[in-house]
Every structure is written in structure tokens, then in C-alpha cells.
């Protein structure tokens, strides 16, 4: 088998190109004409997507040209979903990640978490996780992988040692990520879909009092399994003396200024309505901060080249897509499948949702999966009467917690590229994982989270 590393750029183009031909093949015999036109497509973009036959800016943009010209949606109606206010959202935190990298914050976070836990691979271990998974609540979990995976392979020398540690980091990053609707792809693309759909919004807060139990025992699990073997083995401590920058102290008062007027922008029901601001305009506000004075830290022709434009668009493809599964009805066709199973529990219903995202990610992109599937669930849970808040919330949580595969998430992929893992073992321990977080993810969503959506199973 060739591996599709080795394989020439458009020779990936004409994979993609055949798988898509296939997919419009057999989709032709259950679903009319636009409806196959339209999985053709998002086959092509995905397989684009994964085997990187072309950049992921131009694979995130080919919506714009190819939804008008084969009539899946009009060109208005394409573009419009590359200017969602959520991408401004997430824009707002791009320009908070690239301000923590440039004034060196990340590496005084990380050396203040490794202090506070014991000088032993297990200690590490909880602290790598914590930490990636802290940073990766407000930075995004790509961001916070690249920026700590240095960090983790240079603790030690040894090899068994290096393999816990970039899992770690990349766990964390997926594990921390989801405390905070900003912190994942998938959270972000559930809060367009609440908003397309006229749905209420998760308030900032309560989502993380939502997630945060989930969070803290995937903290605690991941930890204590990465180091079983190896938990009292004992490691030199940096003695690096931890200085803030003046620049450091700028940001922190952003961060902090920021988490403060979200904590009070939050409503409390029924104590509190909220100020009632937008939240992407808070966070584009703050970022846009970071280049006037008094901050002046970051520098418009120094630094924008920084900001990922190509995750930008990533993001308008996603919302293109669920805007194209939701007009050509095709969502509703899928969401039939699913209503097939209607006749079992609500908690049935969530258990088979959780493993079929979860394991579904972990060969295809989350983000993409879950700009197809959110419509989807949306449909079949106003088609039975069931919560589609509480069902979609279940969909992009799962796609964050793939861990089996370097495809899965964007840090397993930055962890296997460090050379010190292999697939195999990503595999055993992803499994394990994968395995844990459904139980856990359905057991809040019937336990916790439909209490405080209003959501009754009766």
C-alpha cells in the first residue's frame, strides 16, 4: 500500500476526484439528483482535506465555486457563511493566541504549572495535561499543541518518557478544549448551528459549568493512565527563574478584563439577565485592543501573516456545508436513518449518536464531520421531539474526544509528527480513551446537562 505521503499532489487531486465520482455513483440510487451532487462534493472536500492534495485555505474556499456552479446554493447564500459571526468570535481569539506566543506568556504558564506538581513522570504528566489543557480553553488546541510540544520533549531523554509526555500535551489539548465554547472547531461551528436555528445560545459560563466536570475526569483519567509504568521515576527540575514581562503583565490584564466582562455579559438565570452584548464582538474587541495603545503589543504589518486565515475559512466551509445539508434537504434524508432507531430510549439515542461521532472522527475531520452531522441531528430530534440543544452539544463534544488516530484531531496529528510516537501505540491508548469519554459524556448529558438545558426523557 502507498503511503499518500509519496504520492504526488495531483495525484491525490485524482483520488479525491474518484472517490467523489463513486460517492455521486452510489448516492444516485437512494437520494435525487442534488442531493448526490452535494455528497460528491463534500466527499471531494474531505478527502482534499485529509490527504492534503491541496492547501487548506484553497479546499476551504472551493465551496464558494463549486456549490453555484453544479446549484447546490447560490452564491450569496454560499459566501454569506464565510462572514458568520462566529468566525469573528474565534478571530478575537486567534489575535489573544498570537499575543501569548509573541510575548513568551506560554512558556510562563507552563513553567509555573510544572512547579506545582511533584518532579516525577507521573507529576509531569498531570502537569503537561493540565496545562495543555488550560491554555487550550482559550487558545485554540492547535495553537496550544505547537506551542508546548517543544517544551514537553525536552523534559527528558528518554524515549518512553518523551512518547507520555507529547500525549500529553495533545490529550490535554483536546481535553481542555472543550471547557470553553471557543476553545474546539466543533464548539464553534454547535454555537452557528444555535444561532441559524433560532435556538438559545449557551451563555459562556454556563457552558463551562456544564463541561468542566467532564473535563476534570478526563484530566484525572488521561493522566494516571499515560504514566502507569512509569510514575516514580524522577526527573531534574528546571531552575529557570519565572519573570513576567511588562508585555506578559498587558496580556493578563486583557485576559483577565476579557474573563470578567464575559462572567458578567453571562445571564444567571433567573438573578441575572446579562448585559446582552455579543460575544464575538467582546472577543474581536479585545483582540483588536492588543494593536492600540496603551498595549501596542501586537504590530499589524509584523504580525498578521500570523492569524490563520486558512482555519477561517475552514470555518465558513463547515458553516457552507451545514447551510447546504439544511437547503437541499438532505440533512432530513439522513436524519430518516436515524429516526428508524426512534423507538428506543432517549438514552439509547445518545449512546448511539456519542460512538458514532466519536469513532467516525477518528478518520475524517472533526471539523468538517460535524458541520455534516449537526444538521443532521438537528433534523431527526425536531422529527421525534427530542432536545436537539442537548443532542448537538453531545455531537461536538465527541468530536473533540477522538484520540485514536494522528486524522482525528489536529494534536494528535502535531504529536505524531514529533517522531517519538507511533501509530500503534496512539491506537491503544486511544481506544482506551474513546472508550472512557462516551461513558462519561453520556453519562453528564443524562445526568447533568439536560437539568440544566430544561430537558426532560419522560
Excluded at 335 to 346: D, K
Excluded at 376 to 386: C, D, P, R
Amino acid at each position: 500500500m502507498i503511503a499518500l505521503d509519496k504520492v504526488a499532489p495531483y495525484g491525490k487531486i485524482l483520488i479525491a476526484i474518484a472517490i467523489a465520482l463513486s460517492v455521486f455513483a452510489l448516492a444516485q440510487l437512494a437520494l435525487n439528483n442534488t442531493q448526490a451532487i452535494l455528497l460528491c462534493l463534500v466527499a471531494l472536500l474531505v478527502v482534499l482535506w485529509t490527504n492534503e492534495g491541496l492547501p487548506l485555505g484553497v479546499v476551504s474556499l472551493l465551496p464558494i465555486v463549486l456549490f453555484p456552479a453544479f446549484g447546490v446554493l447560490e452564491v450569496k447564500e454560499t459566501t454569506i457563511n464565510y462572514a458568520h459571526p462566529i468566525i469573528y468570535l474565534f478571530l478575537g481569539g486567534f489575535l489573544l493566541a498570537i499575543a501569548v506566543e509573541k510575548t513568551g506568556f506560554h512558556r510562563t504558564i507552563a513553567n509555573k504549572m510544572l512547579s506545582i506538581f511533584p518532579s516525577t513522570a507521573r507529576g509531569v504528566i498531570f502537569s503537561l495535561t493540565i496545562t495543555s489543557g488550560v491554555m487550550s480553553s482559550v487558545l485554540s488546541n492547535t495553537t496550544t499543541t505547537l506551542l508546548l510540544i517543544a517544551i514537553a520533549l525536552f523534559i527528558s531523554d528518554d524515549i518512553r518518557l518523551k512518547m507520555r509526555f507529547a500525549l500529553a500535551i495533545a490529550y490535554g489539548a483536546s481535553l481542555g478544549g472543550i471547557l470553553t465554547p471557543i476553545g474546539t472547531a466543533p464548539n464553534m461551528i454547535l454555537l452557528g448551528i444555535l444561532d441559524d436555528k433560532g435556538l438559545e445560545m449557551i451563555p459562556f459560563f454556563q457552558w463551562m459549568w456544564m463541561v468542566a466536570p467532564l473535563v476534570l475526569a478526563m484530566f484525572f483519567v488521561v493522566s494516571y493512565v499515560l504514566s502507569i509504568g512509569v510514575s516514580d521515576v524522577k526527573l531534574e527540575r528546571s531552575s529557570e527563574e519565572i519573570v513576567v514581562t511588562k508585555d506578559q503583565k498587558k496580556v493578563i490584564f486583557l485576559l483577565c478584563s476579557l474573563i470578567a466582562i464575559l462572567f458578567i455579559n453571562a445571564p444567571i438565570k433567573p438573578w441575572w439577565g446579562g448585559l446582552g452584548l455579543s460575544e464575538p464582538l467582546i472577543l474581536l474587541s479585545v483582540g483588536l485592543l492588543l494593536f492600540a495603545p496603551p498595549f501596542s503589543i501586537l504590530d499589524w504589518r509584523e504580525d498578521n501573516h500570523k492569524i490563520p486565515y486558512a482555519i477561517m475559512f475552514l470555518f465558513g466551509a463547515g458553516f457552507a456545508i451545514a447551510k447546504a445539508f439544511s437547503g437541499t434537504g438532505l440533512a432530513d434524508e439522513i436524519a430518516s436513518l436515524l429516526i428508524s432507531y426512534s423507538h428506543l430510549s432517549p438514552l439509547v439515542m445518545l449512546i448511539i449518536v456519542a460512538v458514532m461521532i466519536t469513532f467516525t472522527t477518528e478518520i475524517t475531520s472533526n471539523t468538517a464531520l460535524i458541520s455534516i452531522m449537526l444538521p443532521v441531528i438537528y433534523s431527526m430530534t425536531i422529527q421525534t421531539g427530542l432536545d436537539p440543544t442537548l443532542f448537538m452539544m453531545v455531537a461536538a463534544i465527541c468530536a473533540s474526544y477522538a484520540f485514536m488516530l494522528p486524522i482525528a484531531t489536529p494534536p494528535n496529528a502535531i504529536a505524531m509528527a514529533s517522531g517519538v510516537i507511533k501509530v500503534k501505540t496512539m491506537a491503544m491508548y486511544g481506544i482506551v480513551f474513546n472508550l472512557i469519554a462516551i461513558t462519561l459524556i453520556v453519562l453528564m448529558a443524562n445526568l447533568f446537562w439536560k437539568n440544566i438545558l430544561g430537558v426532560s426523557f419522560d
